[in-house]
T-cell receptor, first 115, second 114 residues
Framework: GAGVSQSPSNKVTEKGKDVELRCDPI?????LYWYRQRLGQGLEFLIY????????KSGLPSDRFSAERTGESVSTLTIQRTQQEDSAVYLC?????????????FGSGTRLTVV | AQTVTQSQPEMSVQEAETVTLSCTYD???????LFWYKQPPSRQMILVIR??????QNATENRFSVNFQKAAKSFSLKISDSQLGDAAMYFC???????????FGTGTSLTVIP
């Protein structure tokens, strides 16, 4: 597609439920990133995929968070047993090159609200 | 770890005037990249301008320019002839030459007054 697509746009879930967030990167973009943006805060790095290499998971805040990506296509971010502190906007970004200097193309994010 | 600091949570500017948003960063690396991103209410982050640390010349993109002071680790954004459409959150970001992520500041909310 023309841009990075994320779904759903908004998600309200009950505490303790699992949620799955989806990201469709720009076709041909080998690098894909997930970030979390809490209200009034900057973006926190969660995970990075580059082609078929092992992902950089160093930003995942707990073992309740996981992400998958098959090849250079769709990625899903899963949060298990959601907590209220997981409420945030989850942004996905992709780039043609790696992380070096060219910036990302971001999606519009998924706003997750845990009640 | 690298840190990026934006000390102005909110700024306002009259339409057609000039405004400067501040950003400082901390790093021990010599080669890196700096960015300014704009986030309107649509939430999508839009790249405004980028700067390569090894270049002394300040980057410019139409009405947007930066003042990059490498020794002071300062990277401010100047918006000239401000327009209503410039109203948004602005984030400063750092990327090393070898890392896998960007480091973002906490943002500056810019209001443009008609």
């Amino acid at each position: 597609g023309a841009g990075v697509s994320q779904s759903p746009s908004n998600k309200v879930t009950e505490k303790g439920k699992d949620v799955e967030l989806r990201c469709d990167p720009i076709s041909g973009h080998t690098a894909l990133y997930w970030y979390r943006q809490r209200l009034g805060q900057g973006l926190e790095f969660l995970i990075y995929f580059q082609g078929n290499s092992a992902p950089d998971k160093s930003g995942l805040p707990s073992d309740r968070f996981s992400a998958e990506r098959t090849g250079e296509s769709v990625s899903t971010l899963t949060i298990q047993r959601t907590q209220q502190e997981d409420s945030a906007v989850y942004l996905c970004a992709s780039s043609l090159d790696g992380p070096l200097g060219y910036g990302y193309t971001f999606g519009s994010g998924t706003r997750l609200t845990v009640v | 770890a690298q840190t990026v600091t934006q000390s102005q949570p909110e700024m306002s500017v009259q339409e057609a005037e000039t405004v400067t948003l501040s950003c400082t960063y901390d790093t021990s690396e010599s080669d890196y990249y700096l960015f300014w991103y704009k986030q309107p209410p649509s939430r999508q982050m839009i790249l405004v301008i980028r700067q390569e640390a090894y270049k002394q010349q300040n980057a410019t993109e139409n009405r947007f320019s930066v003042n990059f002071q490498k020794a002071a680790k300062s990277f401010s954004l100047k918006i000239s002839d401000s327009q209503l459409g410039d109203a948004a959150m602005y984030f400063c970001a750092y990327s090393s030459n070898t890392g896998n992520q960007f480091y973002f500041g906490t943002g500056t909310s810019l209001t443009v007054i008609p």
